[in-house]
């Protein structure tokens, strides 16, 4: 506005802004807004019951961000946008990436040294490494689990998917601002980027909505469903000139009435919001509260409320609310694996840590660079070049600690992970000689088909294949079924899909929609390749878990009218498949389930966990009587089928007075009922032994 930009050259991007307006100077009260706002999603994610809607101090702060990051450039105009970029991204990364790459680091390295390596919470590393780029909200967005779900509290790095959130605002927050602050504006211009901000905050509002209704994740993590909460704090820093005088006026009794406006749309959002609704369309109203009490403490600085937030012990948690916010999160998902969180002592400690660390984090990390001479006399350029080569190398670092875990890590299941995982790459027992395994998979309706067949020998295969499918407990028989692929020659196809489990007995396929159509696909494939001499395994989870791994409360699966309805539907399609094929169909009696995950309880540091408390063994008797009743359930169904077969593995996996989750010092569970891969080798003889003799039988 004061002089015409010259043409783009070197250095451009260095050349510094110039002031044309007054800058809306700092607001001690806003930081203590950051101070509630950082309290409550602390205390939300300390214990639930305290706070139910804690969660939505991440909605004030979005306000806040809105507000605090407009404010810092408004007062600005830039000769070019190269200026304009390189010295909003400077600051960026200055203020946040620091503090965000050590927080990182330092758990990654602690999660790869104490936490056991689980398929059960897989999404962790991948949320990690996206965290280091401003992603994880993403990779969140495409999982199965809810913020809100038992999983996610496991997941160190669940609290990344806001940041991920505000640096992707980072990335277009220039370019809305660009009209704004670049030099010989009008007001007419001025007016439209406000216009701008104001309509994509509309239609992110809409997003919001339409996302609630269709896929709930992508309105909860992604910014298009969140930009709005952002744009209320931009349109509150852009207009403040116009809004701020005025409210500076108002009589004492319209003040008050937006203070009771302001405390009570929070307190409400505090107290009483569920995730039912949520983001949308309840997240209004936090929202609406942050910003009125951002008009309050921005005008009034002397009102009762903004003393209030101003006062010394709040600020001293609003101007560490940052790093509290990076190190509360991992602080307590480390404890919870560990030590556990379940008792008020742990729960202040986990508190006193978070404070600690959050302390630390800003005394020696933030404001070093925050306020260093140095990095402020070198060219914002590159300043900003510096911040993100320091991001992509601390990504590059804690990608390597998580491809080191099994090395690091002093878990027993690291130490011994030929005993304990069973996956794909488990080392197998010698078989014929020269003979070994062919893998290969093709997807099928959001699930896969994994075939193993025996290759390299003068054995060759056998007539006869044998077909799984289920969910986890048929993928946890993987080392088993490449065994028996190696040693019997008969082909082995695996069908699964996690959570989707066949003919459970106890609820019918056809309550799950999630797997319908992968259920309808694997028996259409059923139908088409089944032959009389194949046969067709159906392992599952059948019983009631009482208790999962994650210390959360199992669903029921004891219904008795969803019981029947479930047999029903077996019967129809056993009755179906037998025809149509004349394979054999054989069940998976129920294995033994022990009181507490053996992975997560078999570590001296994980010992004294509240979860780790039933033990790792059940009676015996207690065990058979828990499981009689889906037994008899799979005996009446062979009774009504000629072709249907139970196996039994119960015998060898539970051979004494108690059914142990170890094998001596060999764990026979990987949790609570999925088999290690020690308990795979314990039944191999008699699974070659059974089904050999079926597949025998089916050949005559």
Known sequence: MNQTPGPTRVGEGDLPPSRTR????????????????????????????????????VDIFFVISGFVVTASLAHLEFP????????????????IMPALAVCMLVTVGVYVLLIPSSWLSNLTEHTGIAAFVGASNIVLARNSDTYFATTSAFNPFLHTWSLGVEEQFYLVFPFLLLFHARRRHTAGQERMA????????????????????????????????????????????????????????????AVHGIAAVAVVLLLVSFGTLSEAHFPFPVAILPAVGAALAIVLSAALPRYWSTRGLAAAP????????????LWHWPVYVLMRWTIGLDTIGLQLIAVALTLLAGHLSYTFVEQPLRTSPRLKALPRGRVALGGLAAALIATGMGATLFKAQHQISISQTARYRDDWYTGGNSPLLPGPEGCSVAQSRRPIADGSVTTWTRQGCAAGAKG???????????????????????????????????ECAFLVLNVPMSAETRCIRFHDQAQADFVKDLRPNDILFMPSMRLDQGVNQWGDDAPSIADPASGAAAMTEAQAVLDHLARSTGALLVFEAPKPVVPAPTYRCIDWYM?????????????????LATRAPVLGKMQQLARENARVRIWDPFAVLCPGAACQA????????????????HGNQMLRAVFDADFDKWFSAGAE
């Not at 007054?22 to 214990?47: C, E, K, W």
């Open 80 to 95: 070019g946008i190269l200026n304009l970029l390189s010295y909003f991204y400077a600051r960026r990364l200055t203020r």
């Open 464 to 498: 006869g294949r044998l077909f799984v499918i289920g969910n986890s407990h048929a993928l946890a028989y993987t080392p088993m079924l490449r065994q028996f692929a190696l040693d019997s020659g008969h082909e082995v196809r695996l069908y699964f899909r996690s």
């Open 607 to 623: 010992a004294e966990n509240a979860i780790c408390k039933a033990g790792l063994s059940i009676d015996k008797e207690v065990m």
């Open 314 to 325: 709040v600020l001293w948690v609003g101007l560490r609310s940052y790093s509290l916010y």
């Open 22 to 57: 007054r800058s809306l100077g700092y607001f001690p009260a806003v930081d203590g807004l950051r101070a509630l706002a950082v309290a409550t999603v602390m205390l939300f994610h300390l214990n639930k019951s305290l706070l139910p809607g804690g969660f939505v101090g």
């Open 662 to 677: 170890m094998d001596g010092a060999k764990p026979i569970f990987f949790d609570r009922h999925h088999l290690s891969n």
């Open 194 to 253: 406000l216009a701008a901000i104001i309509l994509l905050g509309i239609v992110s509002f809409g997003l919001c909505g339409y996302f609630a209704a269709t896929n709930p994740k992508y309105s909860f993590y992604m910014l298009p469903s969140r930009f709005w909460e952002l744009a209320m704090g931009m349109v509150l820093a852009l207009t403040f000139e116009r809004w701020s005088g005025r409210v500076a006026r108002l009589s004492p009794m």
